[in-house]
């Protein structure tokens, strides 16, 4: 059975006693509500993972956003897997849209980093999706595709079963504007049938596939009742305590 999971993504969002109030209500609250096996993650900015960490990490699994292909050096600004790991983190974003369109992350980069992120001994939670252009021109499948040849069918069958995929349709981030359930399955099938082509079946049927763009209490359960979407990754949503737990909880039943 692959692993539920509803992952938060803060982006560069609350200061350090902001973060601190909103994950201890996420922490109550999930410690009280959830009742699957599902697995809730926040993924936060580098200065709070540490105190998240040791606030919850027990009951909210906490992820980095980021980080930088190499173990230590001089990389002014940078943080290493290996950083994030000491501090309590168990997964790192790799690839979000806003790091390929804002700091110019190649696939080829981003492949260096999940090898990083997995030879430290985390889980890559790698995004992919197309822009409004490649899903209007109906190139979005071939884009995709190169998205994951380049960025993780380079790894071993082994490495390839402890990474989470992400589809995040460029077009649908922070934009209210969600893909239709019809939308996003017909994706995850494809990425889970490109996978099985790759690897092998088994491999694509026990690898964690998330929708993240737009995503909220009200369009989750649609959303993750699909064969092909096994939970979310979640911007504006996992702001609100309430919201986010929401989401969780449509794997409670
Ligand atoms: P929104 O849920 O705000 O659309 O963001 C999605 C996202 O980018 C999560 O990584």
């Not at 609250?29 to 606030?55: F, T, W």
């Not at 906490?62 to 290493?80: L, W």
Request: some cysteine; glycine content about 10%.
């Amino acid at each position: 059975m692959r692993k539920k999971i509803v992952a938060g993504n803060w982006k560069m969002n609350l200061d350090y006693a902001g973060g601190i109030s909103l994950f201890s209500e996420i922490v109550n609250m999930v410690r009280d509500e959830k009742k699957g096996d599902q697995i809730a993650i926040i993924c936060a900015p580098y200065i709070h993972l540490n105190s998240l960490a040791k606030l919850g990490g027990d009951v909210v699994k906490i992820g980095a956003q980021n980080c930088h292909q190499n173990d230590s050096g001089a990389y002014t600004g940078e943080i290493s897997a290996g950083m994030v790991k000491s501090v309590g983190c168990e997964y790192v974003i790799i690839g979000h849209s806003e790091r390929r369109q804002y700091f110019a992350e190649s696939n080829e980069l981003l492949a260096e980093k999940t090898v990083k992120v997995l030879a430290n001994g985390l889980t890559p939670i790698f995004c992919i999706g197309e822009t409004l252009e490649e899903r209007n021109n109906g190139t979005y499948f071939d884009v995709l595709k190169t998205q994951l040849e380049q960025g993780v069918f380079g790894l071993s069958a082994d490495d390839f079963a402890k990474i989470v995929i992400a589809y995040e349709p460029v077009w649908a981030i922070g934009t209210g504007l969600t893909a239709t359930s019809d939308q996003a399955q017909e994706v995850h099938a494809y990425i889970r049938k490109e996978i099985a082509a790759k690897y092998s079946s088994e491999v694509a049927d026990e690898t964690t596939i998330l929708y993240g763009g737009s995503c909220n209490p009200k369009n989750a359960a649609e959303l993750f009742a699909q064969t092909d979407i096994d939970g979310g990754l979640i911007g504006g949503a996992s702001l609100k305590s309430r919201d986010f737990v929401d989401i969780v909880k449509t794997f409670n039943s």
